[in-house]
């Protein structure tokens, strides 16, 4: 069975930093590209960031470009957004999402919570 | 960036209902557009990839079609499960973009 299992959400101040972790399970981890979308509270779905299977290609929406860094340890079947600079605006739901070859994402993760606040 | 907008934004329907939302892109997508549905505090599910592939496991009372510009779902009979807001999302190119969604609620 696959499972999507993110974790590493929180309360942060603006400016600060946090990881986010998702742990991958029940399929070849490696060769699948990986996405992070988010939604803010009472929001729409809003892409954040992709990956390769390898991990030597990723690509960032234009809101979070600089800021934001997504990896993944194929060795560890686990991929990361690490977020600094957080703004008010990143608060958000944060999924990962198994992506297929025609861009669509077949399984979700449940989600981790992020809230920024002073 | 490829702007999708879905309308309507919210619908009432009644159980047994045919169901149409629609979703349409400010350029041409070929046929990389995905329709989700989500239920509230759940993640979202896919349902249609590439315009009408239906995703294994959902069941066949949904349907997708449309390319190029003009896409839409179809949910033949509305079980009270369908109750939820539905996403579609373009896949031709990043930055991959979402519709605003269209909530699905009871009459």
């Known amino acids: 069975e696959v499972q999507l299992v993110e974790s590493g959400g929180g309360l942060v101040q603006p400016g600060g930093s946090l990881r986010l972790s998702c742990a991958a399970s029940?399929?070849?981890?490696?060769?699948?590209?990986m996405h992070w979308v988010r939604q803010a509270p009472g929001k729409g779905l809003l892409w954040v960031s992709r990956i390769n299977s390898d991990g030597s290609s990723t690509i960032y929406a234009d809101s979070v470009k600089g800021r934001f860094t997504i990896s993944r340890d194929n060795a560890k079947n686990t991929l990361s957004l690490q977020m600094n600079s957080l703004r008010a605006e990143d608060t958000a739901v944060y999924y990962c999402?198994?992506?297929?070859?025609?861009?669509?994402?077949?399984?979700w993760g449940q989600g981790t919570l992020v809230t920024v606040s002073s | 960036d490829i702007q999708m907008t879905q309308s309507p934004s919210s619908l009432s329907a009644s159980v047994g209902d045919r169901v149409t939302i629609t979703c349409r892109a400010s350029q041409s997508i070929s046929s990389y557009l995905n329709w989700y549905q989500q239920r509230p505090g759940k993640a979202p599910k896919l349902l249609i990839y590439?315009?009408?592939g239906l995703q294994s496991g959902v069941p066949s009372r949904f349907s997708g079609s449309g390319s190029g510009t003009d896409f839409t779902l179809t949910i033949s009979s509305l079980q009270p499960e369908d109750f939820a807001t539905y996403y579609c999302q373009q896949s031709y190119t990043t930055p991959l973009t979402f519709g605003g969604g269209t909530k699905v609620e009871i009459k």
């Open positions: 590439t315009a009408s």
């Open positions: 999402a198994r992506s297929r070859s025609g861009g669509y994402s077949d399984f």
């Open positions: 029940g399929f070849t981890f490696s060769s699948y590209w």
